[in-house]
């Protein structure tokens, strides 16, 4: 049992899941702007022989495939963070790695097949990408008409709003409720999360589509943002949910496959 908790649990601290809400209350899309944002879903992290594979990630990979899908499914913009390095930046080292103070060995270089997303977290050839010089006048040029835009947003940092066009590009969404998914846990995610709820938006976590590098401390990230506020919902429940805000109708457009992006 945890802080959290009022009963026994199998929440993701047990390697499980919470229990999924008894009941979803039918918003009419145009009342609720979702967003789906994904953290981090790159070969490096998620392959088992990636620079810094994350334990445990290509178990969620069937869950990550399948959040990406309701995006597409239901037509709700998705947002994608991805590491961009260069060998220059401050958390590369080529000696020893100190992860407890964010130093970390080459992973996810520009250009590399590390850095590319994983196909079950794939965006379109549309995707608008979002590095830190991106000026915000070509941002909204670029979504100005695009039935579900999508924002593919380059960090060369953990905390993803290091690029401060992260929160211009949600000023631009204007979300009511952010569903988060993604690797690591407790580092990226839980920056991720943390920078979202000071932001003041309404965060759940998808708690069956996360994975982290050591378990103790993404039990703590979990509690820590069960306190502050933050939902958790299996996958399965998400889809029944977002099922009964949006219909069943599929969005995709069919003339646009989706493609893994090279940052």
């Given at each position: 049992?945890?802080?959290?908790?009022?009963?026994?649990?199998?929440?993701?601290?047990?390697?499980?899941?919470?229990?999924?809400?008894?009941?979803?209350?039918?918003?009419?899309?145009?009342?609720?702007?979702?967003?789906?944002?994904?953290v981090?879903l790159?070969?490096?992290?998620?392959?088992?022989?990636?620079?810094?594979?994350?334990?445990g990630?290509?178990?969620?990979?069937?869950?990550?495939r399948?959040?990406?899908?309701?995006?597409?499914?239901?037509?709700?913009t998705?947002?994608?963070?991805?590491?961009?390095?260069t060998?220059?930046?401050?958390?590369i080292?080529?000696?020893?790695?100190?992860?407890?103070?964010?130093?970390?060995?080459p992973?996810?270089?520009?250009g590399?097949?590390?850095?590319?997303?994983?196909?079950?977290?794939?965006?379109s050839?549309?995707?608008?990408v979002?590095?830190?010089?991106?000026?915000m006048?070509?941002?909204?040029?670029?979504?100005k008409?695009?039935?579900?835009?999508?924002?593919?947003?380059?960090?060369?940092?953990?905390?993803v709003?290091?690029?401060?066009?992260?929160?211009?590009?949600?000023?631009?969404?204007?979300?009511?409720?952010?569903y988060?998914?993604?690797?690591?846990t407790?580092?990226?995610?839980?920056?991720?999360?943390?920078?979202?709820?000071?932001?003041?938006?309404?965060?759940?976590?998808?708690?069956?589509?996360?994975?982290?590098?050591?378990?103790?401390?993404?039990?703590?990230?979990?509690d820590?943002?069960v306190?502050?506020?933050?939902?958790t919902?299996?996958?399965?429940?998400?889809?029944?949910?977002?099922?009964?805000?949006?219909?069943?109708?599929?969005?995709?457009?069919?003339?646009?496959?989706?493609?893994?992006?090279?940052?």
């Open positions: 049992m945890h802080e959290h908790c009022n009963e026994p649990c199998e929440c993701a601290c047990h390697g499980n899941v919470l229990p999924e809400p008894k009941q979803a209350i039918k918003i009419e899309r145009t009342n609720m702007t979702d967003l789906i944002w994904g981090d790159q070969n490096d992290f998620c392959v088992e022989t990636g620079k810094l594979y994350v334990p990630a290509h178990e969620i990979l069937p869950n990550v399948k959040v990406s899908g309701l995006a597409a499914k239901h037509g709700i998705r947002v994608m963070s991805a590491d961009d390095h060998y220059g930046d401050d958390e080292v080529l000696g020893d790695a100190d992860p407890a103070n964010g130093l970390f060995n992973h996810c270089m520009r590399t097949l590390g850095a590319m997303l994983v196909q079950e977290a794939a965006l050839s549309k995707a608008v979002v590095d830190p010089e991106s000026g006048s070509d941002v909204r040029q670029a979504v008409g695009a039935q579900v835009p999508e924002f593919l947003i380059l960090k060369q940092n953990f905390d709003f290091t690029n401060t066009r992260a929160e211009e590009v949600l000023k631009l969404v204007a979300p009511d409720t952010i988060v998914y993604g690797v690591a407790d580092v990226c995610v839980d920056a991720a999360v943390k920078g979202l709820i000071e932001r003041g938006h309404n965060v759940v976590v998808v708690v069956d589509a996360i994975a982290g590098l050591s378990k103790d401390t993404s039990t703590a990230a979990l820590n943002w306190s502050a506020g933050v939902g919902i299996s996958t399965e429940a998400l889809r029944e949910n977002l099922a009964m805000q949006y219909g069943e109708a599929h969005f995709v457009d069919s003339t646009d496959e989706a493609q893994s992006i090279r940052p």
